[in-house]
């Protein structure tokens, strides 16, 4: 069973620093894109950020200069390092990757809260 695991989160003060992990495991041959998606309460999930396969980066505009989307290949591993957080960063963050098993399907990670406080 393929399953994306994530670690990380928490609470921190405005102006902080956080970064989340997330392992793919299970049986799958190859990883494409990796990304984060975030739920705030109350609100649509969105996309955050998103690195391909060879390594070129994305992010949505409220989250560029201060979030940093990298993968660990040899270890099927994303990470997002969040600084200088800001109160309305605040959700439910979810990786998400697109994996090779017999087809190319998206899998989610559990998901992890991230509060940050004023």
């Known amino acids: 069973q393929v399953r994306l695991v994530q670690s990380g989160g928490g609470l921190v003060q405005a102006g902080g620093s956080l970064r989340l992990s997330c392992a793919a495991s299970?049986?799958?041959?190859?990883?494409?894109?990796m990304g984060w998606y975030r739920q705030p309460p109350g609100k649509q999930r969105e996309w955050v950020a998103t690195i391909t396969d060879g390594g070129n980066t994305y992010y949505v505009d409220s989250v560029k200069g201060r979030f940093t989307i990298s993968r660990d290949n040899a270890n099927n591993t994303v990470y997002l390092q969040m600084n200088n957080l800001k109160p309305e960063d605040t959700a439910v963050y979810y990786c998400a990757g697109d994996l090779r098993t017999n087809y190319v399907g998206r899998y989610w990670g559990q998901g992890t809260q991230v509060t940050v406080s004023s």
């Open positions: 299970g049986t799958f041959f190859t990883i494409n894109a």
